[in-house]
């Protein structure tokens, strides 16, 4: 999968926090929020899980997984590599990276 992440910097804070499924509707509303926070942490919005992690959560604090395929037009085997795989992934990632 494509990796599409932007990384935004609020005021110098010790916490960041990456949003997965940033694009999706409550994704963008979870970033949004983070990011009215006053002194709020470091968001790095990934809207497409990459292939591999590590590039992203490099650095990351938090990890606030929202990525999912709900979809009942998507086969099973996909909807499971992504859901169940991905997060999988992400939490070996997570781990590997560092992450609290």
């Known amino acids: 999968m494509e990796s599409s992440s932007a990384r935004v910097r609020?005021?110098?804070?010790?916490?960041?926090?990456?949003?997965?499924?940033?694009?999706?509707p409550?994704?963008?509303?979870?970033?949004?929020?983070?990011r009215e926070?006053?002194?709020?942490?470091?968001?790095t919005a990934?809207?497409?899980l990459?292939?591999?992690?590590?590039h992203d959560l490099a650095g990351?604090?938090?990890v606030v997984h929202l990525?999912?395929?709900?979809s009942a037009a998507t086969p099973t085997a996909t909807r499971r590599a992504i859901n169940?795989?991905?997060t999988e992934a992400l939490l070996d990632a997570a781990v590997a990276a560092g992450v609290s």
């Open 67 to 70: 990525a999912t395929d709900r």
């Open 84 to 86: 169940v795989d991905g």
């Open 10 to 24: 609020r005021r110098r804070s010790a916490h960041a926090i990456a949003v997965t499924g940033a694009a999706t």
């Open 37 to 43: 926070t006053p002194s709020g942490p470091i968001v």
């Open 50 to 54: 990459p292939a591999d992690f590590a």
């Open 26 to 34: 409550l994704g963008r509303i979870v970033v949004d929020l983070l």
């Open 60 to 62: 990351i604090d938090t």
């Open 46 to 48: 990934i809207e497409h």
